[in-house]
């Protein structure tokens, strides 16, 4: 990676433009982040937006799910990816327990997520979830909502198992993602469903869908940033490509992301999908 690439011309990123980017079709790219120097090359890259995922638990900390993290370290790494960021949408996830309480706890934390610099924070799950949505959108924290395989809820969900896949499950998704957006959430993410599920969910909500694992006709597409580039441990999930394959390093893997998934050529409905 050259951490002194030049950095990108373009105008900061911000929610108008991700609607726009939705509303005439253009492919929302994202990655997950935790740093400041990631930050900076991924946003030189032309990254729409940058995910400080709680995902660092496995991929940084080494744990066996990111159930562990705390709202302490999610806050640290916002800030580390905020310094390092000049124009790319910065979504914080409020980690496990950070909200589950009351929607005055999940205000709290939000807060103190995007007081270290995220402009939109993420939460998992449906149903309950819709209340908590709302009351922090009428306050003025911008929310991305993630519904379908929910890691946070890897032990009630017996494992890390494709979503939505019998008429109910799919029927209860499709619901639960109508609440949230008419609860106010700006973006969707749908992790590890069938792309049929997610492509009707796609086309019958009036905000933009990124999808992992979960087909190409979302709004736009996310992926864990050392999965794609083949540097984390263990097996890749099916619905990651290794970007660094046939790359000359980290920035032109990560270029070459950012114009798959606007040419849609990138999830491949053979390879990436279920
Ligand atoms: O924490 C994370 O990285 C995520 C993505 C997998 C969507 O939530």
């Not at 900076?40 to 744990?63: F, I, K, N, T």
Request: hydrophobic share 40%; net charge neutral.
């Amino acid at each position: 990676m050259n951490p002194s690439a030049t950095p990108s011309t373009r105008k900061p990123i911000t929610l108008h433009r991700l609607r726009d980017m939705h509303a005439t079709g253009e492919k929302i790219t994202m990655l997950t982040c935790y740093d400041a120097t990631f930050a900076h090359a991924l946003d030189a890259a032309g990254v729409d937006c940058l995910l400080v995922g709680d995902s660092l638990g496995m991929v940084l900390q080494g744990q066996p799910s990111t159930v562990p993290v705390t709202l302490d370290e999610m806050c640290y790494h916002t800030r580390c990816v905020a310094r390092g960021n000049r124009t790319a949408w910065i979504i914080g996830d409020l980690p496990f327990g950070s909200y589950q309480e009351s929607k005055e706890q999940a205000m709290r934390s939000a807060t103190l997520l995007m007081q270290a610099g995220a402009h939109m924070i993420k939460l998992e799950g449906g149903g309950w979830t819709a209340d908590t949505v709302r009351f922090m959108v009428g306050r003025g924290i911008p929310v991305c909502a993630h519904l379908g395989l929910t890691p946070q809820s890897v032990h009630a969900l017996g494992g890390y198992r494709i979503q939505g896949r019998t008429e109910d499950s799919a029927a209860l998704l499709k619901r639960q993602a109508q609440e949230l957006a008419d609860a106010g959430a700006s973006m969707l993410v749908l992790e590890l469903i069938p792309a049929a599920v997610a492509q009707e969910v796609t086309a019958a909500l009036p905000i933009p869908v990124i999808g992992i694992g979960a087909g190409v006709q979302c709004s736009g597409q996310v992926l864990v940033l050392h999965d794609m580039l083949n540097i984390a441990t263990g097996k890749l999930p099916r619905f990651v490509r290794n970007f660094m394959d046939g790359s000359s390093g980290v920035d032109d893997a990560v270029r070459r992301f950012v114009a798959a998934v606007k040419d849609q050529s990138f999830p491949d409905p053979t390879l990436h999908t279920y």
